[in-house]
T-cell receptor, first 116, second 112 residues
Framework: GAVVSQHPSRVICKSGTSVKIECRSLDFQATTMFWYRQFPKQSLMLMATSNEGSKATYEQGVEKDKFLINHASLTLSTLTVTSAHPEDSSFYIC????????????FGPGTRLTVL | LAKTTQPISMDSYEGQEVNITCSHNNIATNDYITWYQQFPSQGPRFIIQGYKTKVTNEVASLFIPADRKSSTLSLPRVSLSDTAVYYCLVGERTSGTYKYIFGTGTRLKVLA
């Protein structure tokens, strides 16, 4: 099956700094990717839809200036958490839809962000 | 608002069959039903997908009644390693994009 990778898998940063998380589709192209965040013991919350060559679409309540998304190529989307604060500490997961018609999505392994 | 409703948690014993039912009353005609498994600190992993009737693969079966307003994931003879959260997902098409909104999921605990 298709593989989605994320880098880094884990990052610790100081409050006020910015952190970039990469999401790559390794063996297929993805014009659309999705970014989720997940707090402990909770479900995944969709943050935004990343669109190759155009602006991302953010879900209601997600600050677009806080969570910058760039989809520069057909295999790479990046999420930058700007001016990170401790409350941004979470598990960030990306996904990309497969190329077939069955609407399956392939999820990355996730990135654990800890803001001190 | 999540499009699916599942039990929050379930307990089972090793070797038993586990059935997790999901309600999706507002499923659209073109929507597929997909189930994912998630272990702590990992991304969700695809288990099975179906549109109607019954689908079976090497790890699970998916039963979908004719009205498609619910579905049941069946895990035969679970083991301790099946302890995880299971999500039932129905896609949501908006502005040409097909995306998933996650519900609560079902936290399955398999006991020895």
């Amino acid at each position: 099956g298709a593989v989605v990778s994320q880098h880094p898998s884990r990052v610790i940063c100081k409050s006020g700094t910015s952190v970039k998380i990469e999401c790559r589709s390794l063996d297929f192209q993805a014009t659309t990717m999705f970014w989720y965040r997940q707090f402990p013991k909770q479900s995944l919350m969709l943050m935004a839809t990343s669109n190759e060559g155009s602006k991302a679409t953010y879900e209601q309540g997600v600050e677009k200036d806080k969570f910058l998304i760039n989809h520069a190529s057909l295999t790479l989307s990046t999420l930058t958490v700007t001016s990170a604060h401790p409350e941004d500490s979470s598990f960030y997961i990306c996904s990309a839809p497969g190329e077939d018609l069955l609407h399956e999505q392939f999820f990355g392994p996730g990135t654990r962000l800890t803001v001190l | 608002l999540a499009k699916t409703t599942q039990p929050i948690s379930m307990d089972s014993y090793e070797g038993q069959e586990v059935n997790i039912t999901c309600s999706h009353n507002n499923i659209a005609t073109n929507d597929y039903i997909t189930w994912y498994q998630q272990f702590p600190s990992q991304g969700p992993r695809f288990i099975i997908q179906g549109y109607k009737t019954k689908v079976t693969n090497e790890v699970a079966s998916l039963f979908i009644p004719a009205d498609r307003k619910s579905s049941t994931l069946s895990l035969p003879r679970v083991s301790l390693s099946d302890t995880a959260v299971y999500y039932c997902l129905v896609g949501e098409r908006t502005s040409g994009t097909y995306k998933y909104i996650f519900g609560t999921g079902t936290r399955l605990k398999v006991l020895a």
